[in-house]
């Protein structure tokens, strides 16, 4: 039997070792850092993790020139740390989550904000201004056994050299380990899965020639230059 059509090649993230890792699935926490929820006129919920899916193929690595995406004029940077998982499973604890976790990335969360907030007000899903081309930069995977477990240190982000979010990993409102637990009851995670696990406060709009850097201690920094609209 003959296939249809080519499917495009997987996704494939750089470690700092060198190594490929797979991209599979994207998970994407809101509202993790208090002053950011409080920025966007929501409540800081501490009961429960919220959460939404990307595509793999948003990924670009650090060093992309990404398109400015089109039917947005608010386009939003979201500094992240990213966790990527190296061994799947379901229901798992988290006092085992850790030996889940291949390693730690920088990365970015690009939003049309404009879409996301029209929906957000409609009570209708955000995947407009969330799943879109080119909008989940990532910096090199480092593996856990360089980095450690990673539950304080800083991370910012700086837009044209000027720092615009700063903030503590400790400041997440719900840690690794209870993200990896909670997301494990809903999905079976797998290798090759990415938990971007949400932003700091300071969030705001990039035009065309902007550069995003991302920071976070102990991690390479994601370098991202704004670029003209796509013409295909």
């Keep these: ?54 595509w793999a193929e948003t990924v670009i690595p650090s060093g992309s020139v990404m398109a400015y995406p089109s039917m947005t004029a608010n386009f939003h940077y979201e500094a992240e740390l990213v966790v990527a998982i190296g061994k799947g499973g379901r229901n798992i604890a988290a006092a085992d989550a850790l030996g889940h976790v291949y390693g730690y990335a920088t990365g970015l969360d690009m939003t049309r904000r404009d879409l996301q907030l029209e929906a957000r007000g409609k009570g209708r899903p955000w995947d407009a201004g969330k799943n879109v081309e080119q909008s989940s930069p990532l910096g090199l995977i480092h593996p856990l056994s360089e980095t450690g477990e990673m539950t304080t240190g800083a991370i910012s982000l700086t837009l044209n050299g000027e720092v615009r979010q700063q903030a503590d990993l400790a400041d997440l409102i719900h840690p690794i380990p209870a993200l990896i637990a909670y997301l494990s009851r809903a999905f079976k995670l797998e290798a090759g899965d990415l938990i971007y696990t949400g932003t700091p406060a300071g969030v705001g709009a990039v035009v065309p020639g902007d550069t995003i850097v991302v920071s976070i201690d102990g991690l390479s920094d994601t370098v991202i230059t704004v670029g003209q609209p796509a013409d295909d």
């Excluded at 003959?2 to 797979?22: N, R």
């Excluded at 409080?38 to 899916?53: I, W």
């Design 1 to 54: 039997m003959t296939q249809l059509f080519e499917t495009p090649a997987p996704v494939l993230a750089k470690t700092s070792d060198g190594h490929d890792f797979p991209v599979r699935h994207i998970f994407c926490i809101g509202r993790n850092y208090a002053d950011h929820a409080k920025e966007m006129g929501a409540e800081v919920d501490r009961e429960a993790p919220f959460y939404f899916t990307k």
